[in-house]
T-cell receptor, first 113, second 111 residues
């Protein structure tokens, strides 16, 4: 059984650029959620994908978008990066849409300069 | 939406002592309350969870209690060990909704 893997582990971008983060879900899990964790804070829900469709969204602007692929892997895209987007981005997979018993990846640390 | 507050933000205990972390939530419809442990530089990991139809749940040295009337729940760690040092997050969710995390508690266990 493989765990949740994310790539890249670290990324440095400049303001205004675009970024794509990737996540492979745990084997057997069909739901992927993305979270933003600012330094010293709890993770904040960005959105969830189930069967390749967005299935819930937190309080994030439209420049945060995502995709889920037939193999349940997922991408998070952020356009027009702002300094405040600097954070750890966590992907979590679960066997259903209930957001219970999440398995998190190790995250992508994004720095926007 | 749901709002989860967590206290204290930092907690220092001596090895062998007990540690208690408390959370309050705002949405009375919330029915699932997990606790995650995040060691420095690592992923959050689920350590225990409780549903709203249960008042207490234990797993070895870890227990969680839930008071639905007061809308608060607590994590209890007994006989703390240095490897318990980490940031602990509580969270709350209601069916079909998103998971809302507390701000975290940094627990330091001194040998």
């Amino acid at each position: 059984e493989t765990g949740v893997t994310q790539s890249p582990t670290h990324l440095i971008k400049t303001r205004g650029q675009q970024v794509t983060l990737r996540c492979s879900s745990q084997s057997g899990h069909n739901t992927v959620s993305w979270y933003q964790q600012a330094l010293g804070q709890g993770p904040q829900f960005i959105f969830q994908y189930y069967r390749e469709e967005e299935n819930g969204r937190g309080n994030f602007p439209p420049r945060f978008s995502g995709l889920q692929f037939p193999n349940y892997s997922s991408e998070l895209n952020v356009n027009a990066l702002e300094l405040d987007d600097s954070a750890l981005y966590l992907c979590a997979s679960s066997p259903g849409t209930a957001n219970e018993k999440l398995f998190f990846g190790s995250g992508t640390q994004l720095s926007v300069l | 939406g749901e709002n989860v507050e967590q206290h204290p933000s930092t907690l220092s205990v001596q090895e062998g002592d007990s540690a208690v972390i408390k959370c309050t939530y705002s949405d009375s419809a919330s029915n699932y309350f997990p606790w995650y442990k995040q060691e420095l530089g690592k992923r959050p990991q689920l350590i225990i969870d409780i549903r709203s139809n249960v008042g207490e749940k234990k797993d070895q040295r870890i227990a969680v209690t839930l008071n639905k009337t007061a809308k608060h729940f607590s994590l209890h760690i007994t006989e703390t060990q240095p490897e318990d040092s980490a940031v602990y997050f509580c969270a709350a969710i209601r069916a079909g909704n998103m998971l809302t995390f507390g701000g975290g508690t940094r627990l330091m266990v001194k040998p």
